[in-house]
Each structure stands twice: as C-alpha cells, then as structure tokens.
C-alpha cells in the first residue's frame, strides 16, 4: 500500500534556525509529492509541489528517490512559520492525495 | 473567488443523531472530494465525485454515510446515524480536470469540524 510517514509529530525550534521536516514515503511508480500547510484557524493549503522544484516562503523539498524522502527545508525559520505540516503523495491510479500524519511546527521567538 | 465553501463550520450532535455537511466547490472544477481528518491525523479520503459520478467511494462506511452530487456542482454529506467515533473534521476540496491533479493538488474547503457526544 502506498504510504506517506511523517516520523515528527511534533518540531520546536527556534527562531533564525534551519528547519527540516522529514517525509517518507512508500510507492510502486514515479512518486508525485506535495507539502501542504495549515496555519491556526486557516484551510488547509498548498505550500510546493516537487515537480515544480520551487521555493515558497524561503521553504524548498528534494525528492530523493533513493532514501524515498521528501524533506521540507528553510535555512532561517520565521515566526510566522508555526503550523501544521502535511506531506502527500498523489497516488496516481487512484486518482487521490494521500497524506501523512502532519508535524506541528512551532518556532520560539 | 470564495474558493471552496463549506458549511456549517462547527456541528455538535448527539449520537445517533442525522447530520449533513455542505460542500460549493470552485466553479468550472469538476472533481470533488470528501475526506476526513480524525483529530492528530493527516485527512483521509472517503469519496471521489468526477461530476455527479462517485468513482471511488470505497473509504467511504455505506452503512451510515451517503454522499451526493447532484447537477455535478454542490455536494452533501450525510451521517445517519452519528457514532462518537464519527467526530472529526470533514474536509472538502476540488480540482479541475484542466490542471492536472498530480501537478496542482487540490483546493481545500475549510471543512466541519463535528463532534459527537
């Protein structure tokens, strides 16, 4: 079964520090990933797509085929930056998104 | 653009009581999905509608869950009857067939928070 594990449940760091989330995840064919974020009291919302290797708000992922991850970087994180994290996986037969379990991010000032 | 449109935002019921949710997708998308999020998990999908056509319903539990999309734009969400395990957030989000869905992703609603008690 395809897969997505998102090993953190829980990231603190502080501000002006790098940040990495780690995503994993398990698929037969040529993965499609997303990172979503969800800020307090907001929908859920898309942060980057791999295939269009893109910088959001200072955030990038690499799809490593190799080690199966995709981990969300930011070299200085922000206050702003506080929220809920989502990697998926577009699981392309079943035409859906599936998602991990999210990590919450918290940066201390 | 509003976006996805969900109503209501909260809904507390007690159990084994009947409850809908409402679901306005972005116009022109013809793809509309339900899932739900169970409290410190990621969302989970229960139904997929391609127009008024369910084409993946199989995450959905049909013995108290129904689903509808008629005229292939708004859709609803029925619990009947509620269950304390049903309370959870139910997310809504659609997609055009004109932008590719494992390019692009979805568009969320901001979903409805239930609580069964």
């Known amino acids: 079964a395809q897969r997505v594990t998102q090993p953190e449940k829980l990231l603190s760091v502080f501000k002006g520090a790098p940040v990495e989330l780690k995503c994993n995840y398990s698929y037969s064919g040529s993965p499609e990933l997303f990172w979503y974020v969800q800020y307090s009291r907001q929908r859920l919302q898309l942060l980057l797509r791999h295939i269009s290797r893109e910088s959001i708000k200072g955030f990038t992922a690499d799809l490593n085929k190799g080690e199966t991850s995709f981990h969300l970087k930011k070299p200085f994180a922000q206050e702003e930056d506080s929220a809920m994290y989502y990697c998926?996986?577009?699981?392309?037969?079943?035409?859906?998104?599936?998602f991990g379990q999210g990590t919450r991010l918290t940066i201390n000032p | 653009e509003a976006g996805v449109v969900q109503s209501p935002r909260y809904k507390i019921i007690e159990k084994k009581q009947p409850v809908a949710f409402w679901c306005n997708p972005i116009s022109g998308h013809n793809t509309l999905y339900w899932y739900r999020q169970n409290l410190g998990q990621g969302p989970e999908l229960l139904i997929r509608y391609e127009n008024e056509e369910a084409v993946d319903d199989s995450q959905l539990p049909k013995d108290r869950f129904s689903a509808e999309r008629l005229k292939g734009v708004d859709s609803t969400l029925k619990i009947q009857p509620a269950e304390l395990g049903d309370s959870a957030v139910y997310l809504c989000?659609?997609?055009?067939?004109?932008?590719?869905?494992?390019?692009?992703?979805?568009?969320f609603g901001s979903g409805t928070r239930l609580t069964v008690v």
């Open positions: 989000a659609s997609s055009s067939r004109l932008l590719s869905s494992s390019n692009y992703g979805y568009t």
């Open positions: 998926a996986l577009y699981e392309k037969g079943a035409q859906k998104l599936v």
